[in-house]
């Protein structure tokens, strides 16, 4: 296993163009994380998953956000109508829910850019 | 309620020891800390899940004060790979809250 694994790794996009992101967690992790973050300051957590079900959405994200884990595997987030406001660094997450208590593991993230 | 950093920045000169301390005006219920260098993705150090609980490996050790509503990170004898921004995370509530807010995060720098 490699890891956590996203794609694209950097999107340039026109403000009001949708666009997806897709994130590949640990196979063996059955909780998978969105956070957003931008320059100096800490992950801003977005939305999170437990196998399939979506079970937190943060009050901050817009109705433009969706997320999506089809059969908690990979997982999609999805903008739409972009916003300059939306350009960050989108950072997905994944853990197992032991009961040692269970640090995330990221993957490199998307370097979103809107113009 | 974002858990607040001190100090956001330190430069330290290799083999010297920081602190870094994250507090809430909440309850803690669990403190994560995680390094990321620059353009990289978060590591994560620890999880300290019981107040009085301290952890560590190598050079690298916490310490949660559940009262005081405190963790600390303690670096002693720093190596320049410790240079990065260091971030504590801390769940909203208690058991069944898995997402975290981080704090700001603070800058480490280490130089030779």
């Known amino acids: 296993d490699t890891g956590v694994s996203q794609n694209p790794r950097h999107k340039i996009t026109k403000r009001g163009q949708n666009v997806t992101f897709r994130c590949d967690p640990i196979?063996?992790?059955?909780?998978l994380y969105w956070y957003r973050q931008t320059l100096g300051q800490g992950p801003e957590f977005l939305t999170y998953f437990q196998n399939e079900a979506q079970l937190e959405k943060s009050r901050l994200l817009s109705d433009r956000f969706s997320a999506e884990r089809p059969k908690g595997s990979f997982s999609t987030l999805e903008i739409q109508r972009t916003e300059q406001g939306d350009s960050a660094m989108y950072l997905c997450a994944s853990s197992f829910s032991g009961t040692g208590g269970d640090g995330y593991t990221f993957g490199s993230g998307t370097r979103l850019t809107v113009v | 309620q974002q858990p607040v950093q001190s100090p956001q920045a330190v430069i330290l000169r290799e083999g010297e020891d920081a602190v870094i301390n994250c507090s809430s005006s909440k309850a803690l219920y669990s403190v994560h800390w995680y390094r990321q260098k620059h353009g990289e993705a978060p590591v994560f150090l620890m999880i300290l899940l019981k107040g009085g609980e301290q952890k560590g490996h190598d050079k690298i050790s916490a310490s949660f004060n559940e009262k005081k509503q405190q963790s600390s990170l303690y670096l002693t004898a720093s190596q320049l790979s410790y240079s990065g921004t260091y971030f504590c995370g801390t769940p909203p509530s208690g058991a069944g809250s898995y997402q975290l807010t981080f704090g700001k995060g603070t800058k480490l720098s280490v130089i030779p």
């Open positions: 196979s063996e992790h059955n909780r």
